[in-house]
Antibody, heavy 114, light 110 residues
Framework: EVQLVESGGGLVQPGGSLRLSCAASGFTFSGYWMHWVRQAPGKGLVWVSRINSDGSSTSYADAVKGRFTISRDNAKNTLYLQMNSLRAEDTAVYYC???????WGQGTLVTVSS | QSALTQPASVSGSPGQSITISCTGTSSDVGGYNYVSWYQQDPGKAPKLMIYEVSNRPSGVSNRFSGSKSGNTASLTISGLQAEDEADYYCSSYTSSSTLVFGTGTKVTVL
């Protein structure tokens, strides 16, 4: 059974940093691109970032470019999102999703507030 | 990276058919057959309903179907049921090797 479990969310002050993790199981993690998608409270889905299967290629939404870094450890079957210089508008539930977005994690809430 | 345009809400009576549109540009919806549709219940993760414009994942009811014409993709739900009430989002691959989601549509079963 495919499982994606996010962790690392929480309350952080503006300007602070947070690292999200997404533990994958039930499939060959190293064979899939992975995505991060976020959803602000009461709002729609917004794509954040993606990484290819071996980690050699990444893309970011303009809103997070230069502040967020996506990475992966295929030996640990884990996807990461390093978030720096956080802003109030980054407050959202962050989901990781497998390749064609066919499987999603349950999400982890990031709240940026003083 | 502007969001794809969806109607804010669509409603129908049980048994009826409804269609949700998803309008983009030639750099996303119109340029690739990588349009997907997701169903999201409140407080839950999105669930893939349609991929590559018109393909249904295993386990998804055949009451859900997808199509595309030019820069607009569509999701049709036939034989509407109370359990179909949810938010629906489209997504598309883009010419920048990114993904873009739609603005979302709330489906109400009257």
């Amino acid at each position: 059974e495919v499982q994606l479990v996010e962790s690392g969310g929480g309350l952080v002050q503006p300007g602070g940093s947070l690292r999200l993790s997404c533990a994958a199981s039930g499939f060959t993690f190293s064979g899939y691109w992975m995505h991060w998608v976020r959803q602000a409270p009461g709002k729609g889905l917004v794509w954040v970032s993606r990484i290819n299967s071996d980690g050699s290629s990444t893309s970011y939404a303009d809103a997070v470019k230069g502040r967020f870094t996506i990475s992966r450890d295929n030996a640990k079957n884990t996807l990461y999102l390093q978030m720096n210089s956080l802003r109030a508008e980054d407050t959202a539930v962050y989901y990781c999703a497998r390749g064609p977005c066919d499987y999603w994690g349950q999400g982890t809430l990031v709240t940026v507030s003083s | 990276q502007s969001a794809l345009t969806q109607p804010a809400s669509v409603s129908g009576s049980p048994g009826q058919s409804i269609t949700i549109s998803c309008t983009g540009t030639s750099s996303d919806v119109g340029g690739y057959n990588y349009v997907s549709w997701y169903q999201q219940d409140p407080g839950k993760a999105p669930k893939l309903m349609i991929y590559e414009v018109s393909n249904r994942p295993s386990g998804v009811s055949n009451r859900f179907s997808g199509s595309k014409s030019g820069n607009t993709a569509s999701l049709t739900i036939s034989g509407l049921q109370a359990e179909d009430e949810a938010d629906y989002y489209c997504s598309s691959y883009t010419s920048s090797s990114t993904l873009v989601f739609g603005t979302g549509t709330k489906v109400t079963v009257l």
